[in-house]
């Protein structure tokens, strides 16, 4: 029979509250700090030989936190047993696993608004509609487009101008979106924004970034080889840097979206919908060593 954990000190700090969570690996690093809390002798070993004693010489909960490794269905109902977890707070923590290992966008459109149906839950605070409009890269797109057509309302016009093709459903599929969010009206010829610029809620940018900025580098990888080189601008530089310099080059790299959202908000003759992606990543590993050193 398996074991749950039973703490031998009375805490007045309460056990992290699972709802308010949208990363099982952030829930699970709360949990097992409010642990050490409140029963100085617990351990990430004993709680794995609560699980399984093979189990309790095992990194894996080191490896689950760093997101080194995934968690099986089975052991995140193990997981949730031990833990103490209530029928419905277990039921959110086993959707919460799916929703963040899922790779598909559409399964996790789909696990999120279940974990937005628990009334307790962070994701029922955070807009759906905001979280469905970067679920897709022709939303953004496609509202762009009406920021620059306003007399345009014909699905088939539109799915031939934009690049690369959309077909007239996903027009429509977009339409809809940005109506339901309030960011197109109607107008007698076509559609119109209601706003210049979107404003996003933080907790919506962090739970769709990684999926919007992959389909977006993705797409230049794409369009290097659609577009003609007098269309279009790439540019790679690989150097050797300090740390110091390279905070300096991120803070150069956010001044320069700010130029750049200023020069785009005082162009009123707007011709063309463009993407620029810029991306700063280290070709070495981020570790700490003495100056000089190679690794």
Known sequence: MMKRIIFKTNMSEERPNIFHFMDFKEYLKAYFDYCKIADPGFSMRTFLGLISH???SSGILSAVIAGKRSLSSDFRIKLAKTMNLKEKESRYFQLLVQFNQSKSMDERNQLFRELA?????????VSQGQYGFYSKWYYLVVWCYF??????KNPNEIARRIWPSLTPAQVEESVRMLLQLGLLRRTANGYE???????TDKEVQDLVANHHHKEFIGMAGRMLDEVPPEHRQYNTLVFSISKRAFEAVKERMDAFQEELREILSHDKHE????ALNMQLYPHTRWETSKPGAVK
């Open 193 to 199: 924004p209601t706003e210049s610029h979107v404003t």
């Open 54 to 56: 093979s189990m309790s």
């Open 271 to 274: 011709e063309l919908i463009c």
């Open 117 to 125: 149906r628990f009334h307790e839950s962070k994701a029922k605070r």
């Open 147 to 152: 920021g620059m057509v306003r007399d345009q």
